[in-house]
Nanobody, 116 residues
Framework: QVQLVESGGGLVQPGGSLRLSCAASRSIFSIAIMGWYRQAPGKQRELVASITTSGNANLAASVKDRFTISRDNAKNTVYLQMNSLKPEDTAVYYC??????????WGQGTQVTVSS
């Protein structure tokens, strides 16, 4: 079992940047895929970005040219760098960990609000 704690959310103006962090309570080296999801009010949770143990990243089309996902296995942390933020990026962002065994864990979420 692993606990995930997100941080770095907040209020930012359109066009601004934020970096989200997801700190795991134990080594992430054995976690197959780390991901970031988001859920806006009244909408379903959606995958924003994911990254495998080997560093292969996948990003949703809506953020592909603006967001970057990375993982630091030594620090047990996954990051989501978000640039050129838009109001439609406003959501609660959740960190997710999927083990090779298919066990899945979620963080508590961090709010990102993009507004002028």
């Amino acid at each position: 079992q692993v606990q995930l704690v997100e941080s770095g959310g907040g209020l930012v103006q359109p066009g601004g940047s934020l970096r989200l962090s997801c700190a795991a309570s134990r080594s992430i080296f054995s976690i197959a895929i780390m991901g970031w999801y988001r859920q806006a009010p009244g909408k379903q949770r959606e995958l924003v970005a994911s990254i495998t143990t080997s560093g292969n990243a996948n990003l949703a089309a809506s953020v592909k040219d603006r967001f970057t996902i990375s993982r630091d296995n030594a620090k047990n942390t996954v990051y989501l760098q978000m640039n050129s933020l838009k109001p439609e990026d406003t959501a609660v962002y959740y960190c997710n960990a999927q083990y090779y065994s298919a066990s899945t864990y979620w963080g508590q979420g961090t709010q990102v609000t993009v507004s002028s």
